[in-house]
Antibody, heavy 119, light 111 residues
Framework: QVQLVESGGGLVKPGGSLRLSCVASGFTFSDYYMSWIRQAPGKGLEWLSYLSSSGNTIYYADSVKGRFTISRDNAKTSLYLQMDSLRAEDTAVYYC????????????WGQGTLVTVSS | QSVLTQPPSVSGAPGQRVTISCTGSSSNIGASYDVQWYQQLPGTAPKLLIYGDSNRPSGVPDRFSGSKSGTSASLAISGLQAEDEADYYCQSYDNSLSASVFGGGTKLTVL
């Protein structure tokens, strides 16, 4: 069955960095677009970034552009999110999600990993 | 402020029918981009409920249905059950932002 497992969350100081990982199994990872989506405590969902199956096409939300970097390793069936210059407002649960189309339709989600940015 | 607008909350008694609206604009729903709906039970990850405006993934009961017209979409839940109590989010694509966009979410309470 399809599984997405995130890791790498934790407590980090403002201005710090963190790298999230998402390991996929149960499907041909290299065939799918992937995205990162986050949810601040008690808030709604916010799309952050999208990466094509080959890794050649990348999009970012304005809120993270220039600070976050999405990448993937198809050989390791893994998706990554490098987060730099973290701010308090980046505190959230971060989900990786499989996208069946370029414009969304997230059919499988990981369980999420919590990132807390605080001094 | 979300690009797609949903009511913060709706409620209904068991067995009743409720609808949740999702209002967008000409750069997203009005541009004929697909609308998806997700259900998020307390403490869990979102789950795809409706895709392509009105299609249900396998395993989703036919009590859940979606529709779209103009710049708006709706999720209808009939025969409400206690386990339907959750947060519901609509999602589409916005061509002016070149981004997936979500509604702010609607909390469904089963009375």
């Amino acid at each position: 069955q399809v599984q997405l497992v995130e890791s790498g969350g934790g407590l980090v100081k403002p201005g710090g960095s963190l790298r999230l990982s998402c390991v996929a199994s149960g499907f041909t990872f290299s065939d799918y677009y992937m995205s990162w989506i986050r949810q601040a405590p008690g808030k709604g969902l916010e799309w952050l970034s999208y990466l094509s199956s080959s890794g050649n096409t990348i999009y970012y939300a304005d809120s993270v552009k220039g600070r976050f970097t999405i990448s993937r390793d198809n050989a390791k069936t893994s998706l990554y999110l490098q987060m730099d210059s973290l701010r308090a407002e980046d505190t959230a649960v971060y989900y990786c999600a499989r996208a069946t189309t370029r414009r969304g339709r997230y059919d499988y989600w990981g369980q999420g990993t919590l990132v807390t940015v605080s001094s | 402020q979300s690009v797609l607008t949903q009511p913060p909350s709706v409620s209904g008694a068991p067995g009743q029918r409720v609808t949740i609206s999702c209002t967008g604009s000409s750069s997203n729903i009005g541009a004929s981009y697909d609308v998806q709906w997700y259900q998020q039970l307390p403490g869990t990850a979102p789950k795809l409920l409706i895709y392509g405006d009105s299609n249900r993934p396998s395993g989703v009961p036919d009590r859940f249905s979606g529709s779209k017209s103009g710049t708006s979409a709706s999720l209808a839940i009939s025969g409400l059950q206690a386990e339907d109590e959750a947060d519901y989010y609509c999602q589409s694509y916005d061509n002016s932002l070149s981004a997936s966009v979500f509604g702010g979410g609607t909390k469904l309470t089963v009375l």
